[in-house]
């Protein structure tokens, strides 16, 4: 099977960029890190090519995926047989959001009454 060319436009260190990396090593796939971050022109170009702000988006030969979790670039690649199943388990979590996206943790309540 061919490599496809892909190029990924990610957050340094979100929880969903990560996914998107964790998946793409899981099937030993080369691809382009484009920091959206620290690198202005890169998030411009992610918003050209994919019509809006929020990431990950992911080009996998020409095609657009925008605003995708690790999880739905599986899915994609493999539904589009990009990729074949494999039963290596990524080493991230693949459907995981940014740390400060993630719910405030809420005060546990065993029924105890002040």
């Known amino acids: ?28 796939l080369p691809f382009e890190d484009r920091d959206i971050i620290n690198n202005a022109a890169q998030r411009q170009e992610m918003i050209e090519k994919s019509g809006q702000m929020l990431s990950p988006c992911v080009e996998i030969n020409g095609h657009m995926l925008p605003d995708i979790s690790g999880e739905e670039v599986e899915a994609w690649m493999l539904a589009h047989k990009v990729v074949a199943p494999n039963e290596r388990v990524a080493d991230a979590p693949t459907n995981q959001p940014c740390a400060h996206e993630m719910p405030a943790s809420a005060p546990l309540n065993f029924g105890v009454r002040s």
Do not use: E
């Not at 990610?10 to 964790?22: D, F, H, Q, Y």
């Open 1 to 28: 099977m061919n490599k496809p060319k892909i190029i990924a436009y990610l957050k340094p260190t979100c929880g969903w960029s990560n996914g998107v990396r964790a998946v793409l090593r899981k099937y030993d």
